[in-house]
C-alpha cells in the first residue's frame, strides 16, 4: 500500500502540520491502496505564502525561461508516463489501457498545444493606430489556487498547471482526495524539471478544508475550479469576500442530436462516447435525441452496444468499462437509475444493481432508457455515470429546443450528412462547444460552457489568458 502524507511547499515534501489521516479506495477492490494527510489552515497558510514570496521572481522571468521549464516538466512525463498511467487506474478505476491511451496522454496533449499557442501571445501590443502612444500589456494575475477533480485527474492538473505556469502566475494546486496520487508524482516532475521554490505547491485536502482556505485566502488573486455545480457556487460565495477572479467548468447534460441523414455509426458512437470512462465525463452526450423516423432503430441500436459494453476491473487491459469512483457515487447512479424506472421512461438496457458475475467494486451496468421526456430527472440532473436517455424529436426548431432546455450548457453534438442542418444546429445550440459527426475539437480549442456549466475556457491561447490580466498604458516611449 502506497503511503504518502507530505504536501510539496517552497519545493520539498513536508509533512502536514497535524496529521490527518484519509484512505485513498480502489474503487475496482473496495479496498485502501493508499494513505494521504488532508491539510490544515496552516498548511494552506504556508504553501500560499510560498508561492506570495516567489511570485515577483517568477512573474520577472521571461516567456521564453518559463517555456523552457514546461518543456522539462513534460520530459518528466515521458521518462514516466507508465508510472502515471498506473497511478491513475488505482486512483478512480480507470481501465488501464484508457489511463494509458487517453487519460495520462492528456497531460503533452495539452501541454504541447499550450506550447503553441504561448508563441502566439504579443505580451506588449499597441492599442490601434488611434492612440500611437498607448499600449496594452499582459502581466500574471499572482498566486491562483487550482482545485482539480478526479474523473479526469492528470488532464484537469494540466489543463490549470501548465498555463499559470506560462502566464509567470505562482501556484497552490489542491487536488481531490479521491484520486490524488496522479498529482502527487506529477508534484515530481516539477520538482524534478528544477522549478523554482514556490513557484508550484501542492497540499492535499478536502473541498470543505483547504478548498475553503484557499477561496476564502486573501493572499489568493484567482481560484481556477473544475467540479460540481453545488461546488461551484459556494467557491464563488466564498470568493467574493475578497474579490477574486473565480473560473468556473462545472456540470453537464450534453444533448446528442441524431438526424435521419446520420451515418450508420452515429448511434453506436454516441452510446460507448457516453458510456466513456464509465460515464463520469462532464461532456458526456448523455441525452440522445433522434428524429422520430428512425428513433425505433436508433433504440434498437442503443440497447445492443450498451449490451455488449464489457465491465471490469481497472487493472485488466481490454475496451471495458471500469467502476466508478466511490460508494456514494454508485448510489447516487443506482437512485437515479430507479427515478427513471418510476417516472415512466423504458428501460432497454442495463438497469439497477451490480453486473453480473460482479461481488465487489463500484461496477454499474451500462445503462439506457428510451422514451424519455426532457422533464423527466434523468433528463435534467447530470447523473455522472453509464446512463443514457433516449428522446424523439420531430423538426429541427423542436430538437433545439429540447437540447436547450437543461441548465447546463457545455457540450452538445450533432449528427447529419448535411453540412448546412450542421452548421445552423451548431449556431442554435447554447454550449461552450459543439462536436459534429464524431469530429473532436481541435488541439488549441478552449474547453468551457455556459450557463450552468461555468464559464472557464481551458485550452490554447484562452486557457493561459484566463491567468493574465491588461494593463492599459498611454504615454509609451517608442526611442528605446
Known amino acids: 500500500m502506497i503511503e504518502n502524507r507530505n504536501f510539496y511547499i517552497d519545493g520539498a515534501w513536508v509533512p502536514p502540520a497535524i496529521q490527518r489521516n484519509h484512505d485513498v479506495v480502489d474503487p475496482s477492490t473496495e479496498e485502501v491502496c493508499a494513505v494521504i494527510s488532508l491539510g490544515d489552515q496552516?498548511?494552506?497558510?504556508a504553501a500560499v505564502a510560498a508561492a506570495n514570496?516567489?511570485?515577483a521572481g517568477w512573474?520577472?522571468?521571461s516567456p521564453t525561461e518559463r517555456a523552457e521549464y514546461v518543456k522539462k516538466i513534460l520530459a518528466q512525463y515521458n521518462a514516466r508516463a507508465e508510472e502515471m498511467a498506473e497511478a491513475i487506474s488505482l486512483e478512480m478505476g480507470a481501465p488501464i489501457d484508457l489511463a494509458r491511451n487517453s487519460q495520462a496522454t492528456s497531460l503533452p496533449w495539452h501541454l504541447e498545444g499550450f506550447l503553441k499557442a504561448f508563441d502566439e501571445i504579443e505580451w506588449i501590443r499597441p492599442l490601434g493606430p488611434e492612440a500611437p502612444d498607448d499600449r496594452i500589456t499582459l502581466e500574471p494575475i499572482g498566486v491562483v489556487g487550482l482545485i482539480t477533480p478526479w474523473n479526469w485527474p492528470i488532464n484537469q492538473v494540466t489543463l490549470k498547471v501548465i498555463p499559470a505556469l506560462l502566464a509567470g502566475c505562482t501556484i497552490v494546486l489542491k487536488p481531490s482526495e479521491e484520486a490524488p496520487l496522479s498529482s502527487l508524482l506529477f508534484a515530481e516532475f516539477v520538482h524534478d524539471a528544477g522549478v523554482p521554490p514556490g513557484v508550484f505547491n501542492l497540499v492535499n485536502g478536502?473541498?470543505?478544508?483547504?478548498?475553503?482556505?484557499l477561496s476564502r485566502h486573501e493572499d489568493v488573486a484567482m481560484i481556477s475550479f473544475t467540479g460540481s455545480t453545488r461546488a461551484g457556487k459556494a467557491i464563488s460565495a466564498a470568493a467574493a469576500e475578497t474579490l477574486k477572479r473565480v473560473t468556473l467548468e462545472l456540470g453537464g447534460?450534453?444533448?446528442?442530436?441524431?438526424?435521419a441523414d446520420a451515418d450508420e455509426k452515429a448511434v453506436k458512437r454516441g452510446v460507448l462516447h457516453c458510456m466513456n470512462n464509465s460515464g463520469q465525463?462532464?461532456?458526456?452526450?448523455?441525452?440522445?435525441l433522434v428524429e422520430r423516423s428512425i428513433y425505433d432503430r436508433a433504440v434498437e441500436t442503443a440497447a445492443e452496444v450498451a449490451g455488449g459494453i464489457a465491465v471490469g476491473p481497472a487493472s485488466e487491459s481490454g475496451r471495458h468499462i471500469g467502476p466508478v469512483i466511490n460508494k456514494s457515487q454508485w448510489s447516487k447512479i443506482q437512485d437515479m437509475i430507479e427515478v427513471g424506472i418510476k417516472e415512466g421512461a423504458r428501460l432497454v438496457a442495463g438497469g439497477p444493481g451490480l453486473p453480473e458475475g460482479v461481488n465487489r467494486g463500484?461496477?454499474?451496468?451500462?445503462t439506457v432508457f428510451a422514451d424519455v421526456r426532457n422533464d423527466m430527472r434523468i433528463a435534467q440532473e447530470e447523473i455522472f455515470g453509464p446512463v443514457l436517455s433516449i428522446i424523439p424529436f420531430d423538426t429541427e426548431e423542436e430538437a433545439v429546443q429540447i437540447a436547450n432546455d437543461t441548465p447546463y450548457g457545455l457540450t452538445n453534438y450533432v449528427q447529419s450528412q448535411d453540412g448546412a442542418k450542421?452548421?445552423?444546429?451548431?449556431?442554435?445550440?447554447?454550449?461552450g462547444m459543439v462536436e459534429m459527426n464524431g469530429q473532436s475539437r481541435g488541439q488549441l480549442a478552449p474547453f468551457g460552457g455556459v450557463k450552468m456549466s461555468g464559464r472557464a475556457r481551458e485550452g490554447g491561447v484562452w486557457g493561459i489568458e484566463e491567468f493574465l490580466e491588461a494593463k492599459s498604458i498611454s504615454g509609451w516611449s517608442s526611442s528605446d
Open 362 to 366: 463500484y461496477f454499474v451496468r451500462p
Open 422 to 431: 450542421r452548421n445552423r444546429m451548431a449556431l442554435a445550440l447554447r454550449s
Open 53 to 55: 514570496a516567489a511570485f
Open 253 to 259: 447534460k450534453g444533448a446528442n442530436l441524431v438526424f
Open 206 to 213: 478536502d473541498g470543505a478544508g483547504v478548498g475553503s482556505q
Open 59 to 61: 512573474a520577472a522571468t
Open 42 to 45: 496552516a498548511d494552506t497558510d
Open 281 to 288: 465525463s462532464c461532456n458526456a452526450p448523455t441525452r440522445m
